[in-house]
Structures are given as structure tokens and as C-alpha cells.
């Protein structure tokens, strides 16, 4: 059987579409100096919180923030050490006394209230940075009858900081 030559021109073009199509797939495969963007490391100041008054919590916060960074942008970290530093500046945490709760007290470091835990700060990357500020829902963290409830809030505070700071950077 033969297929006419305007029906060559459709399968051909239908190859040449799907072949176009895998080599968009794997760009998402590609290591991060074949996309061209590619960073040294993560490093997260949380010396403003300190200042606040939240020593060991800033910490733990820190260590999280940190956590769901090298997840966020663990494809982008190179071993090349002229590529930038992602720096992550948090600036002010607000969680409500109770998930779930709509009367609460302002928070940890800042301002805030309602039923929201707020985590702000700035995130820099080669000379170039933005402010960011990530409002959870408090109840997001599960049940306020969990003794674990906090670290989740603050886990979905920090997942949610990194994966807005990697869409507001386009990678």
C-alpha cells in the first residue's frame, strides 16, 4: 500500500512535531549547565529572626527553609563555584496561636492574624533579589490537636517559600 504524497507530508510533519516534542520533554532531564541556569549552593540567613528574639526557632526554621530549598532546586546545584550562591534572607515569621483558630495573637516576629501563618524574606540570586511573602492557611499544617502541629506549619511555610521562590525565578 501506498500513501499518497499528501499524506507523506502529514506523517512527516506529525514525526517532526513529535520529535520536537521529546527534545522539549528532556530539557527537564538535561543537567543544570546544559539549561543555563545553575547555582553554587543554598545558604539561608536567619539572623533578622534572631534579632527578633526567636533564636532556636529561627534555627529550626533555617534548617527546614533550607530542607525544602536543595528539593526545590536541587537540579540547579552545580559543583562549579563560579556559578551564584542562592541566598535566602527570612525576615519575618507570623504564625497564629492555634490552627485553624480566628482569634489568635499577632505571631512570631511580626505582623499577621486571622486564620494565616505568614513567612516573609527576601531570596538573592547573581546581583539580583525579591521580596517574598508566603501566606498558609494555619490549618494547612493538620489537626491542632497534633503535638506535632507546629513543625508541620512551619514545614508547609517553608515548602511553600521555596516553590514560590523558584517560580518567581523561572527556573
Known sequence: ????SDRRSVLRAGLGLAAAAATVSLAGALPAQAQGFAIRGVSVDVRPLEA??????AEALGAEVHRQFLAQFGDRITGDRRAPLLIV???SLSM???AGSAGGRAGRGGGGGGESDYLQGEVSLGGQSFPLLVQQYSGNGGSWRDPNIDRRRVEALAFAFAQWSRRKIGA
Open 89 to 91: 534572607t527570612l525576615t
Open 96 to 98: 497564629n496561636a492555634s
Open 52 to 57: 527578633r528574639g526567636l533564636n532556636g526557632f
Open 1 to 4: 500500500m501506498s500513501l499518497s
